[in-house]
């Protein structure tokens, strides 16, 4: 198990032509965002650069496990769901969850 932040998940998984992340299990922790098409949920973290104006987030969809409340925190351990195609061409990556704990106290929200 490799203990990521969202933030390096995410780049990790868009720039992993080796398909190295496959079959690896991650642990990430971050906060809850329903899907607005219902589809599954969202663990994400927001990523600053110099102030919380120019926050962007940084999310991976879960489909596999019922969806929280959101803007709660969790802690997911699971493996990358592999993408077909080009990575450039996909617009946001997922994982297979093998655990999902709620956090009592959670981080910062900005990684």
């Known amino acids: 198990m490799v203990p990521l932040d969202v933030q ?3 780049m990790r998984a868009w720039i ?3 398909r190295e992340l496959s079959g690896r299990e991650v ?3 971050g ?4 899907a607005q098409d219902g589809e599954g949920w969202y663990l994400a973290r927001l990523q600053m650069a110099c102030c919380a104006a120019d926050a962007v987030v940084n999310k991976i969809l ?3 496990h019922p969806a929280p409340e959101a803007d709660t925190w969790w802690t997911v351990r699971g493996t990358w769901v592999e993408p077909e195609g ?6 946001q990556h997922e994982i297979t969850t093998t655990s999902v ?3 009592t106290n959670p981080p ?3 990684e």
């Open 8 to 10: 390096q998940f995410v």
């Open 16 to 18: 992993d032509e080796e």
């Open 27 to 29: 642990e990430l922790t």
């Open 31 to 34: 906060f809850a965002v329903p």
């Open 62 to 64: 879960i489909t596999d």
């Open 86 to 91: 080009d990575l450039y061409d996909v617009s």
């Open 101 to 103: 704990v709620e956090v």
């Open 108 to 110: 910062d929200p900005y």
